[in-house]
């Protein structure tokens, strides 16, 4: 089948349709499953004061009672509340005829949208450049593209959500189980394990020295799921890689007083970054520091 796209010329093409297409998903899961995680919080919530005061439990299935989840509401206009249609709905061609704005109150659409659909058909042409037309290629494009939703997510609320991390690790476990994947099930399964354990570690030791949250568990989860796919032996490159990206560009906001010395910053997009680069270029990476090493 891969062969067949790459001699009809429908490889390229092919890849960058499909990653506007997943941008444009990927816009509504990175707004929408944060709410859903809050509204599941709540309800949790509810629940839970309701059987510590001895009250009846909370009835979530009564009729009228509003669905919010990936496709119900549909998209509507935050301004106007108008249902976006779907010749509004292309990705960066909509945004691009509408000049921007809402077609009902023009109210202005973020430019955010297209380029977060750009961004992801170019970071699937990237991977397919790299690896090749293979069928590990489509999986290695599945991963970098989930590892861009983690990236947003993260960025934009400092949640790394375990319906993707979780998932995730499970398919790079999957994956190892495939012949046409590189990494083997052993690699994979410590890969995940050691992953998990390692900054599940350093954050307990920094919360017994400093009596404080260094991370989320989420960050923990990302680098398992990153293990389970890349194998342990890329887990130092990329705790190394992502810990000194991310000290420096921390230092650089505190220089330019962009944030306070004591205030949280994501990590998963760093872990998330270090990853792709051990993917794509990660025998030369290690090549490159062996030799510089004298090893």
């Known amino acids: ?116 659909e750009a961004a992801t058909a170019l970071l699937g042409l990237w991977v397919a450049w790299v690896m090749g037309p293979d069928v590990s290629t489509l999986l290695a494009i599945a991963l970098v593209w989930t590892l861009w939703t983690l990236t947003l997510i993260d960025w934009d609320t400092q949640l790394l959500p375990d319906q993707l991390t979780l998932p995730l690790t499970w398919a790079g476990l999957i994956a190892a189980a495939l012949p046409v994947w590189p990494v083997s099930v052993t690699d994979a399964l410590w890969g995940a394990v050691a992953g998990y354990l390692s900054l599940w570690t350093v954050f307990h030791l ?47 906001c505190i220089a330019l007083k962009r944030m306070g010395a004591q205030a949280p910053m994501a990590f998963g997009p760093y872990l998330a970054g270090a990853g792709l680069l051990a993917l794509l270029y990660g025998a030369e990476l290690q090549a490159a520091y062996f030799e510089l090493a004298g090893l």
């Not at 439990?57 to 935050?78: H, I, K, M, W």
């Not at 989420?218 to 705790?239: R, T």
Request: with cysteine; proline share 7%.
């Open 206 to 252: 920094f919360r017994l020295i400093t009596g404080k949250h260094g991370m989320g568990a989420g960050d923990f989860k990302l680098l398992a799921a990153l293990g389970a796919w890349l194998g342990w032996q890329y887990l130092p490159m990329i705790i190394i890689l992502s810990s000194l990206v991310g000290a420096l560009i921390g230092i650089v």
């Open 1 to 116: 089948m891969i062969e067949a796209l790459v001699q009809t010329g429908l490889w390229w093409p092919g890849i960058a349709v499909l990653g506007l297409l997943v941008g444009s998903f990927i816009n509504v899961v990175v707004h929408r499953l944060p709410i859903m995680m809050r509204n599941e919080l709540r309800l949790d919530c509810q629940w839970l004061d309701a059987v510590d005061n001895d009250q009846p439990e909370p009835d979530f299935t009564q009729p009228g009672a509003q669905t919010y989840n990936l496709s119900v509401p549909r998209s509507a206009c935050p301004s106007c509340q108008t249902q976006i249609l779907a010749r509004d709905n292309v990705p960066i061609l909509s945004w691009v005829i509408l000049r921007g704005r809402c077609r009902q109150c023009q109210h202005p659409i973020s430019k955010r949208y297209p380029i977060v």
